[in-house]
């Protein structure tokens, strides 16, 4: 079959965060966006904002409008949403059936290739904010990508569209391509919150603010040589009490941590851990000094049910507790 040579009529179910805004760079690229599926404020407001004047429909009402149908609802709910669809007859013979999961491959989309689709999976290596500012961000942005050799054409042209860059990721290790993403940049989140908490509880509460260095001020500037650092040197980046065998500064660091904020000290134990197996192995700690270290570590008291971690608040997160004494 060609590959259309003008721009496609779209569909795309699920307004999220990456649904809207790839459907917007999309219509931006001269596409047609003719309907999206949205059930939540939240994305109604985002559909409004991202693509004005496009109506929000049923999910089968968008599948049957559209030369190009983009899935772009959760994991979990994808296989349940791809069968109803081609139960229903809402995807058709010829039609392109893109998603966007990181996990999923081109498995999940076997009902719709059943029935005569055009299946690809498509996923953006990028966090989304759901808003103006995620277009820019496109450019230069990898997708990960799986399809068959005769969608192989419209999947690079697609990703040109969308002003990425393609990489081909087979169909068995899509899993373990997620996971990699997943863990660098989700749980990097999750470590820089962590970090943020614990330099707002060092901070002099005597200070009247008029200009105090925010958590966020502080770690910027060092977070951003360290990432540019790793990326560019890998191990080689690595500094700190670890990589000088520091043993008695990870030491007060666990005592601190565990007087002040325990909910931390899981994943500091944990990835301090992961730095010292890394270390050693490239020689830069010896033996000796690497399993005073491991000692230490092996010793430090990490909660694990979150009964032990202390009161949370509002939102679920632990609670602020009371500054350690230790200086």
Not at 160 to 181: K, Q, S
Not at 225 to 253: F, K, M, W, Y
């Amino acid at each position: 079959m060609t590959q259309p040579s003008t721009g496609l009529r779209v569909g795309a179910i699920g307004a999220g965060r990456v649904g809207a805004t790839l459907s917007a760079a999309l219509g931006r690229a001269g596409h047609e966006i003719v309907a999206v599926a949205g059930e939540s404020d939240a994305s109604r407001r985002r559909s409004a904002a991202l693509l004005p004047g496009v109506p929000l429909a049923k999910p089968s009402d968008v599948a049957r409008s559209c030369d190009l149908l983009l899935l772009t609802v959760p994991d979990d709910m994808l296989p349940n949403v791809v069968a109803m669809l081609s139960a229903s007859g809402a995807i058709r013979e010829g039609q392109y059936v893109v998603h966007t999961s990181g996990r999923h491959g081109l498995a999940v989309l076997e009902p719709a290739a059943a029935v005569g689709a055009r299946v690809i999976a498509l996923h953006p290596a990028m966090t989304f904010t759901g808003t103006e500012v995620d277009l820019p961000r496109l450019a230069g942005c990898v997708f990960g990508v799986t399809a068959g050799d005769a969608e192989r054409e419209l999947t690079e042209r697609l990703v040109a569209d969308l002003g990425g860059r393609t990489m081909w990721v087979p169909e068995d290790r899509r899993t373990l391509y997620h996971a990699g993403l997943a863990h660098g940049a989700n749980h990097l989140v999750t470590l820089v919150t962590q970090a943020m908490e614990l330099l707002s509880q060092a901070m002099d509460v005597t200070s009247d603010g008029s200009d105090a260095v925010s958590p966020a001020d502080t770690l910027r500037p060092l977070l951003t040589a360290a990432l540019d650092n790793a990326l560019a040197q890998g191990d080689s980046a690595l500094t700190g009490p670890i990589v000088r065998g520091d043993v008695e500064t990870v030491r007060a660091h666990l005592a601190d941590i565990a007087a002040t904020a325990p909910h931390t000290l899981p994943s500091y134990v944990a990835m301090a851990r992961a730095t010292l197996e890394r270390v050693v192995l490239d020689g830069r700690v010896l033996p000796i000094r690497a399993a005073k270290l491991a000692s230490v570590l092996d010793a430090a008291e990490v909660p694990t049910p979150l009964d032990q971690q202390g009161p949370l608040d509002h939102q679920g997160a632990p609670a602020a507790r009371p500054r350690s004494s230790r200086r």
